[in-house]
């Protein structure tokens, strides 16, 4: 598998993850906050979706990228939406530009704003839990995950 392909596996992980861990949530969920200063998970799903927006603009700095209110299932369109603009752009455009200097790779948006983005896809499903309704246990290395196929 050469690099764009692996990056769209991470992808259509990322959105594997993302599903299972808001699926059949309660309404309740999004705006439980534990104590201490974190995020609730429609935050969390926002934040997930600028860093989208970053990946987009690293392949095409002009580009129109959806920004959704911080609602639920605007926040979840607006997911499916981003991802796949970055999984098209993966597939075939060039990066472009750097960062404070650092040039632009698929490793450096893995490694930044793809990995943060699964990070906070952890968090989501540690929100679940203790909201009072956890996720059913899965082995994700069993999950049928296809690059380009990002099902709801």
């Known amino acids: 598998m050469d690099d764009r392909q692996t990056i769209r ?79 098209d752009h993966v597939g075939k455009t060039e990066l472009r530009g750097d960062v404070n200097g650092r040039q632009l790779t698929l490793e450096v948006l893995l490694q930044g704003p793809l990995a943060d983005a699964m990070t906070h896809v952890g968090q989501l499903a540690m929100l679940r839990r203790q909201s009072g309704s956890p996720i059913d246990y899965q082995n994700f290395m069993l999950a049928d995950i296809k690059p380009g196929e990002f099902p709801e």
């Open 9 to 87: 596996h991470f992808l259509a992980t990322l959105n594997y993850r993302l599903r299972g861990a808001v699926r059949g949530a309660p309404d309740t969920f999004y705006t439980y906050l534990p104590s201490g200063d974190c995020r609730n998970a429609v935050e969390l799903l926002h934040h997930i979706n600028d860093l989208l927006r970053f990946v987009v603009r690293a392949f095409d700095k002009g580009s129109m990228v959806p920004v959704s209110p911080r609602e639920p299932q605007a926040e979840l369109d607006t997911f499916a939406k981003l991802l796949k603009l970055v999984d």
